[in-house]
């Protein structure tokens, strides 16, 4: 039985306690750890991680009790998941034999994740970083010290913001006004472009899309 949970994605933890609390049908947290071996230190947390994936769920009392979900809407749940992934991948088979290797663009939502993207990828730049943004302060104020570490060990860094703006370290800063997204590259290699509200950015990692993508923002800079 634990093997088979594993298999479908459970930790070594959650299983046990899983197994532990289908045999209880229900059960506090130190039921659950008593039974399953899994410590009490860790209990709390493997309950959270199995409460996530919808197989149990608490009751409003003291001390907190589990009880599982319906085991049979679990296991067609548990099937109709993997019969929906079976049914991607005929989809992708042969798919690169047919057509080359694609390129991927991920995308990116929520300002916080996005902010973190940007840092990063400027912390993992090696040669340049190209970076045009109408919201170049926000960007100091979250990776400015990253910029300042990017200079200090020799990349190039260069830098597009609107006129007035205080500029991070940079070995490069251009004025212009009118920008409506922030377009980053690094190295070459990989490209992100944002919303002005960091809300929502697409991400790829092709270094000849990226290339050409670097060399079109800069001629258009200058």
């Given at each position: 039985?634990?093997?088979?949970?594993?298999?479908?994605?459970?930790?070594?933890?959650?299983?046990?306690?899983?197994?532990?609390?289908i045999a209880?049908?229900?059960?506090?947290?130190?039921?659950i750890s008593?039974?399953?071996?899994?410590p009490?230190?860790?209990i709390y947390?493997?309950?959270?991680?199995?409460e996530?994936?919808?197989?149990v769920?608490?009751?409003?009392?003291k001390?907190?009790?589990f009880?599982i979900?319906n085991?049979?809407?679990?296991e067609e749940?548990i099937?109709?998941d993997?019969?929906?992934?079976f049914?991607?991948?005929?989809?992708?088979?042969?798919?690169?034999?047919?057509?080359g290797t694609?390129?991927?663009?991920y995308?990116i939502t929520?300002?916080?994740?996005?902010l973190?993207?940007?840092?990063?990828?400027?912390?993992?730049s090696?040669?340049t970083v190209?970076?045009a943004?109408?919201d170049?302060?926000?960007?100091?104020?979250e990776?400015g010290n990253?910029?300042?570490d990017?200079?200090?060990r020799g990349?190039?860094?260069s830098?597009?913001?609107?006129?007035f703006?205080k500029a991070?370290?940079c070995t490069?800063?251009?004025?212009?006004?009118?920008m409506i997204?922030?377009?980053l590259?690094v190295?070459?290699?990989t490209t992100?472009?944002?919303?002005p509200?960091?809300?929502m950015?697409?991400?790829?990692?092709?270094p000849f899309?990226?290339?050409h993508?670097?060399?079109?923002l800069r001629?258009?800079m200058?």
């Open positions: 039985m634990i093997n088979l949970l594993n298999n479908l994605g459970l930790s070594e933890y959650e299983a046990r306690a899983y197994v532990a609390l209880l049908k229900e059960g506090t947290a130190d039921d008593n039974i399953s071996k899994v009490r230190t860790s947390k493997v309950m959270k991680g199995l996530d994936r919808d197989l769920k608490q009751k409003s009392v001390p907190i009790r009880t979900n085991l049979e809407a679990v749940q099937i109709s993997i019969r929906e992934g049914s991607l991948l005929r989809r992708v088979e042969g798919l690169l034999s047919e057509g694609p390129a991927l663009l995308t929520g300002r916080k994740r996005i973190e993207k940007i840092g990063e990828m400027i912390e993992s090696q040669k190209f970076l943004s109408p170049m302060r926000s960007i100091r104020l990776h990253r910029l300042k990017a200079v200090d990349v190039e860094v830098l597009v913001l609107d006129p703006i991070p370290d490069t800063a251009i004025r212009k006004e009118g997204v922030t377009d590259v190295d070459d290699q992100l472009i944002a919303t509200d960091f809300e950015c697409g991400f790829i990692d092709n899309i990226t290339a993508f670097n060399s079109v001629s258009n200058n």
